[in-house]
């Protein structure tokens, strides 16, 4: 396939302006209509490609997403349809979206979310797929995990409390709700990428950083015994924040 160079090429000065200027707006919405916390900011890596993974109840959690930082430019898969308008797919890819066809091979989006993390910009990715409903984080999609073990970068697992009471499945419109955000800690691979293994303890060896196994540009096969591993890990660290966001909005 080939990639766009645009999805994978530095962000210019006046995409960086635009990005800024669409967050700011988005987020002052977002802090007013769905006003709470984020808890956990210490978690994000300070720099460099990452996977933003978090949990999926509405509509609306991509704009609650884009509270977490704003120190670097987050990019946000955006299905191809969107694009039709050449000014909406500016404004979109200058905001940090990028296209991807549904309706396409995995393998497709897969290479574009992979582009991006080799661009050492960080990805928001919902591993459930779709929006789902209720307490429980459902089964992941195997590309977080994927992609994590082959690109060698962390895993920010999110909770996002209150967001299915603001807008549920079925909603037209979303109503003013008290939303938490819980950033939990990163989820590392392990080194070397071979292996496609993590710590028990969820940390990186201390003889390789995760970054430094995706600045090597090494692509490795990943087995699926790894990605069942670490989708079961990420899934849990999802839960954990996703109940953590939950029980901050009955305190």
């Not at 707006?25 to 007013?32: C, E, F, K, N, Y």
């Not at 900011?41 to 999926?56: S, Y």
């Not at 960080?122 to 929006?131: A, H, I, N, Q």
């Not at 977080?144 to 909770?159: D, H």
Request: hydrophobic share 40%.
């Amino acid at each position: 396939m080939n990639v766009p160079g645009a999805v994978a090429m530095p962000p210019s000065r006046g995409d960086v302006v635009v990005y800024h200027i669409c967050r700011f707006i988005a987020v002052g919405v977002s802090r007013l209509y769905f006003p709470g916390t984020v808890t956990g900011r210490e978690n994000l890596p300070a720099g460099g490609a990452f996977i933003v993974a978090p949990v999926h109840r509405s509509y609306v959690d991509w704009l609650i997403v884009a509270r977490i930082t704003r120190r670097q430019r987050l990019r946000y898969i955006v299905k191809e349809e969107v694009w039709k308008s050449k000014l909406i797919g500016w404004l979109l890819l200058a905001c940090g979206a990028f296209p991807v066809n549904r309706s396409g091979a995995d393998r497709e989006a897969l290479q574009r979310c992979q582009a991006v993390l080799d661009g050492g910009e960080p990805l928001v990715m919902f591993p459930e797929g779709t929006r789902r409903s209720g307490p429980e984080v459902q089964e992941l999609k195997d590309g977080v995990a994927y992609l994590s073990l082959r690109t060698g970068v962390p895993v920010v697992p999110i909770g996002i409390g209150g967001s299915e009471r603001a807008m549920p499945r079925g909603s037209s419109f979303p109503r003013p709700r008290r939303v938490n955000i819980v950033i939990g800690a990163p989820i590392f691979v392990h080194g070397p990428a071979e292996a496609g293994e993590v710590h028990e303890s969820g940390e990186p060896r201390k003889d390789r950083e995760p970054r430094e196994l995706a600045e090597t540009g090494r692509r490795v096969r990943v087995g699926r015994a790894a990605i069942t591993e670490q989708s079961a890990r990420v899934r849990a660290a999802i839960q954990q924040a996703f109940d953590s966001a939950e029980a901050s909005l009955q305190r």
